[in-house]
């Protein structure tokens, strides 16, 4: 179990890493969508860093070794990781919405340094939203001395259920519903320019490239919701105190979905492959980007 745990937190940490230094290094990439995927890979990267190892060894070992006060501050980088991501997918989700469903004032409105702004503020509110996992860590001992167990009340449990995942959920499903309708409706009248031999504008060539790009994060959103349903379905009908085996499994579901972006990325988005190359070639990598 050391082995995979291992295995799994080092392949998160490569591939988000990889992810990282392609858009920091390379000029091109600073856009404000790949801004929001570098806050996103961030934050993959830091569960991958941080969670899964100590999460591991709560797992396998049922004691916690640490002491209280890294068992408070785990909790509060846990609940800061898992609050950014959906903060991360909600951004993406009104990236795409503006870019594909008002093309013409996305340059204006959404810009690079805004973005980061934005992402900065996100995570400022994530911090301050996961204090009260300091704070409502239990201090009940079970089978041994110096468990990490987090035993939010009820209606801890209903609030955290609206604020971090029925709204955002709400919220990213509206966005992507209209902006998949809007897509398709503009690829009909590309493909009937192409039909009818007519050279497709640059703004056509463009809203298609927007659509791809929505198609490939539509999916990533897909992905991360698939793994964060079955967390919360539990949440509401189990105990809280999250001890069984499917209550395990499902919690770490959240945690490889971390593992999982890069390798859609890799999948979709031709940049990513090639960037990786030229990352992997050291030789590349020190050139001006």
């Not at 009248?189 to 703004?203: F, M, P, Q």
């Not at 890069?262 to 940049?271: E, G, N």
Request: charged letters at 10%.
């Amino acid at each position: 179990m050391y082995v995979f745990f291992s295995l799994l937190s080092i392949c998160t940490v490569f591939m988000n890493l990889l992810v990282i230094i392609s858009i920091s290094h390379f000029k091109k990439l600073h856009t404000p969508t790949n801004m929001l995927i570098l806050s996103l890979a961030v934050a993959d990267l830091l569960v991958g860093l941080i969670v899964m190892p100590l999460e591991a060894i709560r797992l396998i070992e049922t004691c916690w070794y640490f002491g209280d006060i890294i068992c408070k501050l785990f909790l509060f980088i846990l609940g800061l990781l898992l609050s950014t991501s959906l903060s991360n997918l909600v951004l993406i989700a009104i990236d795409r919405y503006v870019a594909v469903c008002h093309p013409l004032l996305y340059p204006q409105k959404i810009t690079t340094t805004r973005t980061i702004i934005i992402i900065c503020v996100f995570w400022f509110c994530s911090s301050a939203y996961s204090i009260p996992f300091i704070v409502i860590t239990s201090q009940r001992k079970y089978t041994c001395y110096g468990e990490c167990t987090f035993m939010p009340t009820f209606a801890w449990a209903i609030t955290d259920l609206f604020v971090s995942f029925l709204f955002p959920c709400t919220v990213i499903i509206t966005l992507y519903l209209r902006i998949f309708y809007v897509a398709y409706q503009q690829v009909k009248v590309i493909n009937s320019l192409l039909r009818s031999g007519k050279h497709l504008t640059e703004g056509s060539v463009r809203r298609k490239s927007e659509s791809k790009a929505a198609l490939t994060l539509g999916i990533i959103v897909t992905v991360y919701l698939f793994c964060w349903i079955p967390y919360y379905s539990l949440i509401l009908t189990a105990d809280t105190r999250m001890i069984s085996v499917i209550a395990y499994f499902m919690l770490w579901m959240l945690y490889i979905n971390s593992a999982l972006n890069p390798l859609i990325y890799a999948i979709f988005y031709p940049w990513f492959r090639t960037s990786v190359k030229h990352i992997l070639n050291l030789s590349k990598i020190f050139k001006t980007a």
